[in-house]
């Protein structure tokens, strides 16, 4: 059986799991829901009181927080193995068993558990889009899809490249890991803004760092057919979400680096 | 002081377990200071735009910011791990067997809980973002000293009265889950009340002036909002005894209905043969 | 044709020291301190295919890492380590499919998922020709009398049902070797026989090479004819367990029911252990004087009622090994 349909099969026994307890499923969704769009409701009372900020009105920042909260949630969904890397698996001594099987560490970790309980953030995320679409109002043609699908992909690797390297972390210390918060829920909470409203360094960071810009602000622009304000150029809009595959990339090589030193290391 | 020892034995292993996890602390620590400052960063773009729509000062509302990072471990927006765990793998039933006031040893394991994640974090923010930023020559954005001599002396009860009201929500929400064995939906229900009606996702005043009346006097915002609008000043004179009294009144109601709670539910385990 | 080979290995740990107490724990999130442990110091066998080989050894001695490296998730500090003519730790996944490994008390299956869907997951993860897998599976279910759990989430098991799940789950993809760490620990006692049998079976009639590692001599005893003892990382002796015991305790066992009431003996190379009114319990070095002498000298001077003839215990052997050695738990 090869990876794509193990890794099929491992959604389907996680998803069944969790059909057995739909009332306390749903729940956790509901719950997930209202702890993630109390976000929404900081950045509406913001633009309430103080007005337009950075040439943006509250329904087209409420564009950029929808994206990357979609980005966020799909990527949550695929990664919960490597969420809980450092304690369900290496301080249990539990990596063993993965390595035991002739199978990718990443492929077991990655089919781990599947929770839907993830889908509450993008459900309150989908219906910011749908309202920041009514507010703006935004064009949806072929182009402006393509680009936010895309943008959405892009996201998404950039977020599990994140989640990969926070799992590679678990090598060296099982103790340290909410440091990379930093990255995941750090980054929702600064590209919910449009990264023109930061000063100059910040937005360096993110846009060469760790490349949150290119995956959430210069794809927006090219949704919303607005220039730049920083002035880069209209055809680098689209393709910026590479960006987010080549973090994925770098971090899996991490990854297997992690793995040499956890068989040299024991547990 | 007898009679104290057990809950002093509690709370100071609790201490010991957490200083441990020296790495964590750090990460934690770096994590926070990140947290605020994309929050300050947030606040002054939108200072810029039109300062005097605010209802406080940009230093103030960076204080503000700065005093919730350092004191955010005393915050009861999760239950306690621990008596999770405890009721799942039925250790519940022990605690009755112990000659103690069960409430209160669960009490005081609760300080202990939050008081020694909130100590060293809440020391070395106030290092970096009290300190060094000022050093560095970025005073604009640091965490100020409390406004004047009575806002000082006020604080202190305020902090007092912040973690005693702490301690009381979250033994309420620990009731909750023991008694419901559903810890994942306490906190589904418990994270989004405490964080935005604290004060801890903006400042009250933030919020559309229509809701100010309400927002002032429900019980979380002696969590956040009052003691820290004390700090500064924002609350003077009388106004800030009334937050005091605020505080402290939530927290005989909310320690009030805590002992009721554990009462019927211990009692119920009795029934139920524990 | 060696299948297993290892030589010189040599596997050495950095350890972080914590000092106890408030103040320790306050020091040590300013500096820590580390010590080397040396879990293996030049370690060398072999096996062929088909053997069954038993490693014991104290507490911490080093069979777990052994077994660690075999399997290829611990690489060595250094030494040939060479299985089925893989080095396990540069090949995993090839290695790995050829393995089986069941971990004492640790279940590799799915807590919440029931044993037959866990087995259908491990056909798909090791590639099992599904025909294949269905014969060697319901094979295996009937050799383990796994009939009735099939349908049963793990957690429900007993250990002893868990076990034998577990071996089951070892073996569903046929693999040439088989790995045992600690499989009988916990166990009830018709567990525990079951499991021998199983082994017994498992390596006499398929061939199924094995290498388990225990603390229970009787698990020895049932099934080794070959034993490794491993004490401090050392390899202190490789041979048939009966030589062992030969090396440490040429000793035996002689218990008399007197028809009256005990004598006092006295007979070269004999020492009375244990004397009750009637009988005795006597020790003896079957070199000095043979066992029928002993017997005829007593019975002939003495009405004897009843006369059992033993070997020390082996966990007596053991330990009084260990202690030659130096060996005892680390």
């Known amino acids: 059986m090869n990876a794509l349909a193990l890794y099929g099969r491992y959604v389907v026994i996680s998803l069944r799991a969790q059909a057995q307890y739909p009332a306390a499923t749903l729940l956790l969704t509901v719950g997930h829901c209202a702890a993630t769009a109390i976000e929404i409701l900081g950045v509406f009372a913001l633009f309430d009181r103080f007005g337009p900020i950075g040439g943006w009105s509250f329904g087209e920042a409420a564009l950029f927080y929808a994206l990357v909260n979609i980005m966020f949630s799909i990527a949550d969904l695929l990664t919960r193995g490597f969420e809980v890397f450092g304690a369900d698996f290496v301080r249990t001594g539990a990596f063993d068993r993965v390595l035991l099987r002739p199978r990718a560490a990443a492929l077991q970790l990655a089919g781990h558990e599947v929770r839907l309980s993830r889908l509450g953030r993008l459900l309150q995320a989908l219906a910011v889009l749908i309202l920041a679409s009514r507010l703006v109002p935004i064009d949806w043609d072929a182009a402006a899809v393509a680009t936010a699908v895309w943008a959405v992909a892009g996201g998404v690797a950039l977020f599990v490249g994140i989640l990969v390297l926070q799992a590679t972390l678990a090598f060296w210390t099982v103790e340290s890991l909410e440091v990379v918060n930093v990255l995941t829920y750090g980054g929702v909470q600064a590209a919910q803004y449009p990264l023109n409203i930061y000063p100059a360094w910040f937005r360096r960071l993110l846009t060469f760092g760790l490349p949150l810009a290119c995956v959430a602000y210069y794809p927006v622009l090219a949704i919303l057919k607005r220039p730049d304000p920083l002035g880069a150029p209209d055809w680098l809009l689209p393709l910026a979400p590479l960006a987010g595959f080549a973090f994925l990339a770098l971090s899996f090589l991490a990854w297997r680096a992690g793995i040499a030193r956890y068989a040299s290391t024991g547990s | ?274 | 044709m060696l299948q297993i080979l290892v030589e010189a290995l040599a596997k050495t740990y950095r350890v972080a020291e914590r000092a106890p107490g408030l103040a320790g724990a306050v020091r040590g999130l300013v500096r820590r301190r580390w010590r080397e442990v040396h879990a293996l110091v030049d370690v060398s066998f072999s096996l062929e295919a088909g053997e069954l080989l038993a490693f014991i050894g104290p507490n911490g001695a080093g069979k777990s890492t052994t077994v660690k490296i075999l399997s290829g998730i611990l690489r060595p500090t250094s030494g040939r380590v060479e299985v089925g003519g893989l080095v396990p730790y540069e090949d995993r996944v090839r290695h790995v499919a050829r393995i089986g490994v069941v971990f004492g008390q640790r279940s590799q299956l799915w807590w919440d998922l029931p044993v037959l869907d866990g087995f259908d997951l491990l056909a798909d993860i090791y590639r099992v020709d599904p025909a294949h897998y269905r014969r060697r599976r319901d094979e295996l279910v009937a050799m383990l009398r796994l009939e009735p759990l099939l349908g049963q989430p793990v957690r429900q098991l007993s250990l002893g049902q868990r076990m034998r799940a577990e071996f089951a789950a070892a073996l569903l993809h046929d693999p040439a070797i088989l790995f045992l760490d600690e499989p009988t620990i916990g166990l009830d006692a018709p567990s525990k026989l079951a499991v021998r049998a199983f082994v017994r079976r498992l390596n006499r009639e398929q061939g199924v090479t094995v290498l388990i590692t225990t603390h229970d001599m009787h698990d020895v005893e049932a099934l080794a004819e070959r034993v490794i003892v491993i004490g401090q990382g050392r390899l202190l002796a490789d041979g048939p367990f009966e030589s062992l015991r030969a090396s440490v305790l040429a000793e035996r066992r002689l218990y008399i029911d007197f028809a009256g009431p005990a004598p006092e003996l006295e007979i070269r190379g004999v020492t009375v252990r244990t004397r009750t009114e009637r009988s005795l319990e006597l020790a003896f070095d079957p070199a000095v004087i043979a066992t029928p002498k002993l017997i005829a000298a007593i019975a002939t001077q003495h009405a004897v009622e009843d006369i059992h003839v033993d070997e020390p215990a082996i966990e007596e052997v053991i330990t009084r090994f260990y202690d030659l050695h130096d060996a005892r738990e680390a």
């Open chain 2, 1 to 274: 002081m007898q009679s104290v020892r057990p809950y002093l034995a509690a709370f100071r292993t609790r201490f010991q377990l957490m200083l441990q996890y020296r790495a964590a602390a750090l990460a934690g620590f770096a994590t926070q200071c990140w947290w605020g400052a994309i929050r300050i960063m947030v606040f002054a773009a939108f200072y810029g735009v039109h300062a005097a729509a605010a209802p406080i000062s940009l230093a103030d509302a960076i204080t503000y910011i700065w005093l919730g990072q350092a004191l955010l471990a005393l915050l009861p927006w999760l239950a306690d791990p621990e008596i999770g765990q405890a009721v799942r793998t039925g250790g519940v039933g022990y605690d009755r067997l112990r000659p103690l006031d069960a409430y209160g040893f669960w009490y005081a394991r609760t300080l202990g809980w939050m008081l020694a994640r909130a100590v060293p974090r809440a020391v070395l923010m106030l290092l970096a973002a009290g300190i060094v930023l000022p050093l560095v020559g970025l005073g604009a954005w640091a965490w100020r000293p409390p406004s004047g001599m009575a806002a000082a002396l006020l604080f202190l009860p305020a902090f007092v009265l912040m973690t005693a009201l702490a301690a009381a929500v979250l033994m309420l929400a620990n009731i909750v889950v023991a008694a419901s064995l559903n810890e994942r939906g306490v906190n589904a229900v418990l994270t989004p009340l405490v964080i935005v009606f604290s004060g801890s996702l903006l400042p009250l005043d933030f919020f559309p002036d229509a809701l100010r009346p309400f927002l002032h006097v429900q019980p979380f915002a002696g969590l956040v909002d009052i003691p820290f609008r004390i700090y500064f000043a924002d609350l003077g004179g009388g106004a800030a005894l009334q937050g005091l009294a605020l505080q402290a009144g939530w927290t005989v109601v909310l320690v009030g209905l805590g002992r009721l709670a554990m009462e019927r539910m211990m009692r119920r385990l009795e029934m139920q043969g524990g």
